[in-house]
């Protein structure tokens, strides 16, 4: 078998300026060529020393030269072995393997997830430490340390298995973090298996408990009775009708944009605007600042809270906890139905179910990644499904 014949190209002087425009000394100069089309060589030896530019050229040509006639007597020039530098992975032990992680998540997370992420930490920093687990270094902690761990918490706290399932996830996505860091290789906790729980039924209002609703708030809160409406009519989750602007709102499409810091899954939806709700949102928003919030707050920071005022059209959002309080306040306390505010939502998702809309439909409307989600709102689904299979039926002949 005949050897492989080597090929160069014509080696070549790069000349820069001695000097800069702006007075520095130019880049230094070279004789590069390419060996069998590898990536270039590059060789100065003392051309740099020549201080003016015709002895550097002079310089540079003698190199030139003299490297031409060694490529042509035959001669291989070696490679260069470029060292990669080492990037200095830092240790920690178990606790600051979790601080660090936190301090990470903490730039990409919502506040509301954070927070939920280092409630979890903080509980697995204390079982750690009573277990003696804190001081390991993190590479050496496997799925023993961590369900042990787990456990420690579980019955310290008394966690149900549902609340154990929630911060083992938790737990899981701040180790993966470490993993994304190169701190570890492997998540220490993959493979530990979730509790079985039995969810508890949706709450959802009943049409008699709504009317009292309806008619206990007309009295008591009008302003509040129109935010539950649009929760109702829309299924718009509360945080996210309190953080709708004015210019969310398209009367002309009959459209509402959700924005995507206040969705739950961080997108952006448009949800339609029925008939029935929109009368009310064309004098809701009629001469109003587009930057307000549609059910904003009297007030921003202390003073007198007008309640007459509340859930209007203002510059100041309402927090979340004050529809939470005033829900408590008119509704659980005021009628005695211990049901929370979602069952309002809850209801409007079962009688859209009825009326006929499909459930793909409903799911996009709510903002559901997933159907299966939005049928365990709508609590009647199998109702319907079933009725209609009786309805269907055929003569056999």
């Known amino acids: 078998m005949s050897k492989k014949k080597n090929y160069w190209?014509?080696?070549?002087?790069?000349?820069?300026?001695?000097?800069?425009?702006?007075?520095?000394?130019?880049?230094?100069?070279?004789?590069?060529?390419?060996?069998?089309?590898?990536?270039?060589?590059?060789?100065?030896?003392d051309i740099n020393k020549q201080k003016d530019y015709d002895s550097r050229l002079e310089e540079a040509i003698v190199l030139?030269?003299?490297?031409?006639?060694?490529?042509?007597?035959?001669?291989?020039?070696?490679?260069?072995?470029?060292?990669?530098?080492?990037?200095?992975i830092p240790t920690y032990n178990f606790n600051q393997a979790l601080d660090f992680s936190i301090n990470k998540l903490e730039y990409r997370l919502k506040k509301k997830s954070i927070s939920c992420y280092k409630?979890?930490?903080?509980?697995?920093?204390?079982?750690?430490?009573?277990?003696?687990y804190h001081n390991i270094n993190i590479v050496d902690i496997n799925r023993f340390h961590i369900k042990n761990i787990l456990e420690k918490i579980k019955k310290e706290r008394n966690w149900s298995n549902h609340s154990y399932n929630k911060h083992t996830g938790y737990l899981k996505s701040v180790?993966?973090?470490?993993?994304?860091?190169?701190?570890?290789?492997?998540?220490?906790?993959?493979?530990?298996?979730?509790?079985?729980?039995?969810?508890?039924?949706?709450e959802i209002l009943t049409s008699e408990e709504q009317t009292a609703v309806i008619n206990h708030l007309k009295i008591h809160h009008p302003t509040f009775l129109v935010f539950i409406k649009f929760l109702y009519q829309?299924?718009?989750?509360?945080?996210?009708?309190?953080?709708?602007?004015i210019k969310c709102i398209d009367i002309e499409r009959e459209m509402i944009l959700v924005s995507s810091d206040d969705s739950k899954n961080s997108k952006y939806r448009l949800v339609p605007i029925k008939k029935n709700i929109l009368e009310d949102l064309k004098k809701m928003i009629r001469n109003v600042d587009e930057e307000?919030?549609?059910?904003?707050?009297?007030?921003?920071?202390g003073g007198n809270y007008i309640l007459e005022k509340s859930y209007s059209p203002s510059p100041y959002r309402t927090k979340r906890d004050t529809a939470t309080r005033h829900w408590k306040k008119w509704v659980k306390e005021g009628l005695g139905i211990e049901k929370n505010m979602y069952?309002?939502?809850?209801?409007?998702?079962?009688?859209?179910?009825?009326?006929?809309?499909?459930?793909?439909?409903?799911?996009?409307?709510?903002?559901?990644?997933?159907?299966?989600?939005?049928?365990?709102?709508?609590?009647n689904i199998n109702q319907i499904r079933f009725q209609k299979a009786k309805d269907s039926e055929r003569e056999f002949i």
């Open 292 to 301: 307000w919030y549609l059910f904003g707050s009297p007030r921003h920071f």
């Open 175 to 202: 180790l993966t973090e470490l993993v994304e860091y190169q701190i570890i290789e492997k998540n220490p906790s993959h493979g530990i298996r979730t509790l079985k729980y039995h969810s508890p039924p949706t």
């Open 343 to 379: 069952s309002m939502k809850h209801k409007g998702a079962n009688d859209m179910l009825k009326d006929g809309v499909d459930l793909d439909t409903i799911k996009v409307i709510f903002g559901h990644s997933d159907s299966k989600i939005t049928e365990i709102y709508a609590n």
């Open 64 to 88: 030139r030269e003299a490297l031409k006639r060694k490529l042509e007597s035959g001669w291989i020039p070696e490679k260069k072995k470029v060292e990669k530098k080492k990037v200095e």
């Open 119 to 132: 409630g979890t930490v903080r509980f697995a920093k204390d079982a750690a430490k009573k277990l003696d």
């Open 9 to 45: 190209t014509e080696p070549k002087i790069k000349k820069y300026p001695l000097i800069n425009p702006d007075g520095t000394n130019g880049k230094n100069w070279y004789v590069w060529f390419r060996f069998n089309g590898g990536n270039p060589h590059r060789f100065s030896l």
């Open 234 to 245: 829309t299924g718009i989750r509360p945080k996210e009708l309190l953080g709708l602007k």
